[in-house]
């Protein structure tokens, strides 16, 4: 080792190399637990609590509900950046449209929505299907169905829910043209389908 | 010439106290959006910091070459050193990861020029540091013999 009488010579040199080294020591291991914390983040993040609901009015409209959770156990709060809630139903029996989608909802960048951190966020969606033209579409994928042994009513339908929410990790930097890797680190993407996974 | 036994411990002594800097100054330039204090991929303070690294190399080594292998070895250290930090999710946290060679070459990637950058400036920081501990020896002998000095 250098000798004790060297660094006792050079004390003032000594001690500034002492403190250049701890601090880029501490920058270091601080830094790389960020990450490891951030990236754990994209784990503990979630969508849970999914529930779904039709209901027949009696003005002969269908109202469509739909509720979902999302979860932020991390300590960094979640700054929302879009939701979007649409919900449809698959008909892949249809030659021109594979799907019959009944309403979208999306929610922007303006808005400004937050999940803070240890905490969790209820998105409430709902709408009242009452145009002629969907309502005879639906009427006639009941209808089919039932030729193939299905049946179906308005308020049975098997709807597609499909959910995604993309936020931003804290107040880390995220609007990088080159470095895509550094928004990705910092974007929690979760997408939730109703069907998917059962 | 060969090394002597307390020249080997002096290269060691230093490959170990300046590595922290190369390796937060390599960890710094992957994610610089997440570091803390965060240089923003400035190059020219990634090469200014690199230099100050080297300092103590020619400033506590007595001889030119173990200065220079030192700059080498303390940049292999450091470096080794930010893989350790950029393994971080995966060794400390237990995550799992996936691809292991595409991530380990992405940094690679990234970071390779850095470590010319880093051998440059510390031999650049080498010989500063060799001028400085002159300056001070001379310092030092002009105070102790007064006299000599003057005639």
């Known amino acids: 080792m250098v000798s004790i009488k060297d ?6 040199s000594t001690s500034m190399y002492l403190a250049f080294f701890l601090f880029f020591l501490v920058a270091g291991i601080v830094s790389a637990l960020t990450y490891g914390t951030v990236v754990r983040v994209q784990e503990q993040v979630g969508l849970e609590s999914a529930s779904y609901d039709a209901q027949l009015l009696d003005n002969g409209s269908v109202e469509i509900a ?15 950046s879009t939701t979007t809630w649409t919900v449809r139903v698959v008909n892949i029996t249809g030659e021109d449209r594979r799907s019959i989608t009944l309403a979208t909802e999306y929610i922007g960048p303006t808005i400004g929505l937050t999940v803070p951190a240890r905490s969790d966020r209820t998105f409430d969606f709902a709408t009242i299907v009452s145009d002629p033209s969907l309502l005879s579409e639906l009427q006639g994928f009941i209808n089919y169905s039932s030729s193939l042994g299905h049946h179906y009513t308005l308020s049975t339908i098997p709807y597609e ?3 995604a929410a993309i936020a931003w990790i804290g107040e880390f930097r995220h609007d990088y043209v080159r470095e895509g890797y550094l928004n990705d680190l910092v974007t929690i993407d979760e997408r939730y389908v109703s069907g998917e996974g059962q | 010439m060969r090394f002597q036994k307390e020249d080997l411990m002096r290269m060691g002594f230093i490959s170990v106290l300046s590595a922290p800097p190369i390796a937060f100054m390599a960890f710094d330039f992957f994610f610089p959006n997440i ?23 020619g400033y506590f080594s007595r001889r030119v070459d173990a200065a220079m292998l030192t700059v080498i070895l303390y940049v292999a250290v450091g470096y080794s050193l930010a893989v350790v930090f950029y393994s971080a999710p ?11 060679g595409f991530y380990y070459t992405m940094f690679f990637r990234f970071t390779v020029i850095l470590l010319f950058l880093f051998v440059l400036g510390g031999f650049m920081g080498a010989v500063f540091g060799a001028m400085v501990r002159d300056s001070v020896r001379r310092e030092e002998t002009r105070l102790t ?4 000095v003057k005639r």
Not at chain 1, 7 to 12: E, K, Q
Not at chain 2, 36 to 46: E, R
Not at chain 2, 145 to 148: D, G
């Open chain 1, 161 to 163: 829910h499909e959910f």
């Open chain 2, 145 to 148: 013999f007064p006299e000599i």
């Open chain 2, 35 to 57: 570091s803390t204090p965060s240089l923003g991929k400035n190059m020219l303070v990634v090469f200014l910091l690199s230099i100050l690294s080297g300092m103590p190399s």
């Open chain 1, 7 to 12: 660094l006792r010579n050079h004390w003032f």
């Open chain 1, 66 to 80: 739909f509720s979902i959770t999302l979860s932020n156990p991390s300590r960094y709060t979640l700054h929302l």
């Open chain 2, 90 to 100: 995966y060794l400390i946290f237990n995550l799992e990861l996936l691809v292991p």
